[in-house]
């Protein structure tokens, strides 16, 4: 059973700086890790993402001003996402995705976590 537990999301004025953190635990096959955000009434939005042996993406709107990185220990099962010069429309709950690999035949499964609170003020 992969869990997911995320932190770091809060209250930050406009121009400030928040890290967001998401720990996964209970499996060896992580393929990729994610964070997604989400406003009321808009479907979710990737705003980066980071797999093993490729160079991490991200979304226009978050280059430049976001980073997404892993743990740098052999584990890598905590991703981070750093997030800074923050916008009033950066304000959204933030999810973080691990992609798990099952087999060669179902492929993958992505586990998504609960979801953290940024607000962002002027």
């Known amino acids: 059973q992969v869990q997911l537990v995320e932190s770091g999301g809060g209250l930050v004025q406009a121009g400030g700086s928040l890290r967001l953190s998401c720990a996964a635990s209970?499996?060896?096959?992580?393929?990729?890790m994610a964070w997604y955000l989400q406003v009321p009434g808009k479907e979710r939005q990737l705003v980066a993402r980071i797999r093993t042996g490729n160079a991490p993406y991200y979304a226009d709107f978050a280059r430049g001003r976001f980073t997404i990185f892993r743990d740098s220990d052999n584990a890598k099962r905590t991703v981070y996402l750093e997030m800074n010069n923050l916008k009033i429309n950066d304000t959204a709950v933030y999810y973080c995705?691990?992609?798990?690999?099952?087999?060669?035949?179902?492929?993958?499964?992505?586990?998504w976590g609960q979801g953290t609170q940024v607000t962002v003020s002027s």
């Open positions: 209970g499996s060896n096959f992580i393929t990729g």
């Open positions: 995705v691990v992609s798990i690999f099952i087999s060669n035949f179902d492929g993958e499964k992505d586990i």
